[in-house]
């Protein structure tokens, strides 16, 4: 296999060579594929099945995250209840690192809520305490590393060899989300799954909803597969071509975030407005903490080229209160535990000149002093 940044650019070159010799992948929005006999098939039947430029997309994902295959969904959210959907059923137990995704967390409260699938947390430091939380009804193990927002580490293949020791068939799946296969391959450290919300670096322009689901093995991917053709979540065309043209500048893009972050983050810990900084050396989120004499809603509205917006991932920069918005259906004592408070603030760190950005953000906080 060739390195992933060529592997990312030229990984769907040369599919249509059988036709027009295309270096950009075509684009097919058919539904229904022509069946040449009875019990006969080019291998694509009807879309919701297979797609040739979601399969495309498919074949390029599993690769890059050094798995069998992969599933691409129609968002985040999709990806992750296509996990659950597949693997879980009444009477399981999952146990979750406590710092997520808020809707990880609202999609777990309702799977315990109307299918009775217990979940509890693990605060991703001591794998002791992960292991004594291992009952004979666990079925999967979810991470998420670097935490959202507040950044903690964890070691996936000590978390893995602690948990196959105790039984192998325990699934553990990562949320790779944050730092993409240009910094982390959960499936070569241990894990069984990965899934991405598509929408953040690998989409990375913030213009695409999507999600993706890879498995290390053929018979895990088949299961998730089967489910997949019978819940219908699947990725449109249109959405799969621009993710798979998305993908080509994936590493290029990982690595300028990157630099724009440490720039960042050592910039944002000298203002007299920031009284800590969280950062976790790689990929492009940042999230920091105002001090009290900072009016966090004169911030916002001082941003000139930092948006105030709901996502991340993307080339445009992204300022988030997780608090208030990502991660509010959080009880607030859970919360407050993890230091999600009213003065965190996550930056998603776009792809603008550092320089600019630096000043924007000194800027805002210097007129939200109160
Ligand atoms: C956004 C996000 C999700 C959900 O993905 P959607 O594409 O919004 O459905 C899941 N996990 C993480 C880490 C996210 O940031």
Redesign the pocket.
């Known amino acids: 296999m060739t390195k992933l940044a060529t592997t990312l650019i030229q990984g769907s070159n040369g599919s249509d060579d059988a036709h027009t010799g295309a270096v950009s992948a075509p684009l097919y929005f058919s539904t229904a594929f022509r069946h040449p006999g009875l019990g006969a098939s080019t291998g694509f039947d009807y879309s919701r099945l297979t797609e040739p430029t979601r399969a495309l997309l498919e074949q390029q994902l599993a690769t890059i995250e050094h798995g069998s295959q992969a599933l691409a969904t129609s968002?985040?959210?999709?990806a992750?209840d296509l996990v659950f959907s597949t693997f879980t059923k009444t009477g399981d137990q999952i146990i979750a690192s406590d710092d997520?995704?808020g809707?990880?967390f609202r999609y777990f409260d309702t799977r315990k809520a109307n299918y009775k699938i217990d979940y509890t947390t693990w605060d991703g430091r001591a794998i002791e305490d992960l292991v004594a939380k291992i009952t004979p009804a666990t079925k999967l193990i979810w991470l998420?590393t670097p935490s959202?927002p507040t950044m903690k580490i964890i070691d996936i293949q000590a978390v893995a060899t602690a948990v196959h020791a105790v039984r192998d068939d325990i699934l553990l799946a990562v949320?790779n989300?944050?730092l993409t296969p240009v910094y982390q391959t959960p499936l070569t450290t241990g894990a069984d799954l990965v899934?991405h919300?598509?929408?953040?670096y690998l989409g990375g322009h913030n213009d695409i909803?999507?999600?993706a689901v890879i498995a290390k093995t053929d018979a895990l991917a088949e299961a998730l597969r089967a489910q997949l053709t019978t819940t219908g979540q699947v990725l449109d065309p249109f959405d799969s071509w621009l993710l798979l043209r998305s993908l080509k500048t994936l590493s290029v893009r990982m690595h300028a975030h990157t630099a724009n972050a440490q720039f960042l983050a050592k910039g944002l810990a000298t203002l007299p407005a920031v009284s800590k900084v969280l950062y976790a050396g790689q990929g492009g989120m940042i999230s920091f903490y105002l001090t009290e004499n900072t009016d966090v809603n004169a911030f916002l509205q001082h941003l000139a080229v930092c948006s105030f917006a709901e996502?991340?991932g993307g080339v445009e920069s992204l300022v988030t209160v997780p608090d208030v918005q990502t991660h509010h259906d959080m009880p607030i004592a859970q919360r407050r535990a993890l230091g999600i408070t009213p003065n965190l603030i996550r930056l998603s760190v776009g792809l603008e000149d550092k320089e600019d950005l630096l000043a924007d953000l000194t800027q805002a906080l210097a007129a939200a002093g109160k």
């Open positions: 968002s985040g959210m999709a992750i997520l995704y809707g990880t998420e959202n949320d989300t944050f899934v919300s598509a929408t953040k909803l999507a999600g996502s991340l």
